[in-house]
């Protein structure tokens, strides 16, 4: 019997309805500009607030991913779990993501290949970071199978090991979910996430809370792209006061992909 992790935030961080979801989407991915002699990332780095606040900076991302090429199989998706504490990384009891868009399969081939990395529904089922990111990946990588990682307490190690086992050749892409730094000032916001994709364009893996909600996912990801000496390129850096609302309390938002050497990018 297939088990299906259904939608808990359609509605709220993004539409409920299948057809206008599919406009926005859609709407979003259009929005980016894409160099057309870019080769596919291997990873991204995208925001996971609600769609009216970060869906133009994740649309710069995903838009990518539309480039022609091998087509892909695997997208290993790594988050910050907001409402669950834990110790580790963890995958969801269910064999399917839902979205208003349909299923994505999860890839359980692959992720029998992870080490020591807990199953919990409990814990996939209340968080958004990585359920906002599959309406994108119906879009732009609809053959694709799925392996969701919930990151709970953990050290940046840990995070690395896994993907280590799941890394794959091009037929495997990475997205770590993560916003950037939280309820600032305007200005002060921009001056934080300016220093904070500083550093994740050195590959910097000492990323701080304050600096990312997802700084753990991130910097576990940055210690194996300084590993396989990924290139690294700053796509958006804006904040929801540039986005949606006001300029008072804001959080930041980036987008980022990073290429392996030999792909053909500067």
């Excluded at 894409?34 to 991204?44: M, Q, S, T």
């Excluded at 690294?232 to 930041?252: F, H, I, M, W």
Aim: glycine fraction near 10%; charge should be negative; hydrophobic fraction near 45%.
């Amino acid at each position: 019997m297939v088990t299906v992790r259904s939608a808990s935030v359609a509605g709220r961080f993004y539409p409920g309805d299948a057809a206008a979801l599919r406009r926005e989407v859609d709407r979003l991915l259009a929005l980016a500009w894409v160099p057309p002699e870019d080769p596919l990332p291997k990873a991204l780095i995208v925001p996971h607030a609600g769609y009216v606040y970060s869906g133009p900076v994740a649309g710069s991302g995903y838009a990518r991913l539309l480039r022609g090429g091998p087509a892909l199989e695997t997208v290993v998706l790594l988050g910050p779990s907001h409402h669950v504490g834990f110790h580790g990384l963890a995958l969801p009891e269910a064999d399917a993501f839902e979205t208003p868009l349909g299923t994505m399969e999860l890839d359980r081939k692959a992720m029998a290949r992870i080490p020591l990395v807990r199953r919990s529904e409990a814990i996939h089922w209340p968080e958004h970071a990585l359920e906002v990111q599959v309406p994108f990946l119906q879009r732009v990588a609809p053959q694709a199978k799925l392996v969701p990682l919930a990151v709970g307490q953990a050290i940046p190690a840990q995070v690395a090991e896994v993907l280590e086992a799941l890394w794959g050749g091009p037929e495997t892409v990475v997205v770590v979910s993560s916003d950037l730094s939280h309820y600032l000032p305007y200005r002060t916001c921009r001056a934080v996430d300016q220093e904070t994709a500083r550093r994740i364009l050195l590959l910097d893996t000492a990323l701080a809370p304050d600096q990312a909600c997802g700084c753990v996912a991130v910097s576990g990801f940055l210690e194996v792209a300084r590993r396989k000496r990924l290139q690294p390129v700053l796509l958006d850096l804006r904040n929801s006061g540039d986005t949606a609302g006001g300029q008072d309390e804001v959080v930041g938002y980036g987008a980022f992909a990073f290429f392996e050497t030999g792909t053909g990018h500067a």
